[in-house]
């Protein structure tokens, strides 16, 4: 059963940055899909940033690349996620994902995702 616990977020200007983390414990394997999503009211979940730790593949939504880096400690299980020039629209709930048997390509995808964290608020205000 793969639990995962989420740190960071908050409050911010805009233009400013801010970094979540995501520890996940109870994976089997070595390679797995970890990622970050986020969502408003009445809008689906979609996919922030996500790597697949077999080939090291990062993905990036169109609104995160170029301002977002996504960061993975294999070791210690941990997926790190820096919004740098962060937008009032970069404003959602904040939700770790991560899947050890999903293809690489998936990784992004919400759906694909089978364990969840609770969830941060991030606010840029």
């Known amino acids: 059963h793969v639990q995962l616990v989420e740190s960071g977020g908050g409050l911010v200007q805009p233009g400013g940055s801010l970094r979540l983390s995501c520890t ?3 994976l089997t394997y070595t390679r797995y899909c970890m990622g970050w999503f986020r969502q408003v009211p009445g809008k689906e979940r979609e996919g922030v940033a996500a790597i697949y730790t077999g080939d090291r593949a ?5 609104s995160a690349r170029g301002r977002f880096t996504l960061s993975h400690d294999l070791a210690r299980n941990t997926l790190t996620l820096v919004m740098n020039s962060l937008k009032p629209e970069d404003t959602a709930m904040y939700y770790c994902a991560a899947d050890e048997f999903v293809e690489s390509r998936a990784c992004i995808v919400a759906d694909e995702q089978g364990s969840w964290g609770q969830g941060t608020q991030v606010t840029v205000s």
Do not use: P, T, V, W
């Open 58 to 62: 990062r993905y990036f939504s169109d």
């Open 24 to 26: 996940a414990s109870g």
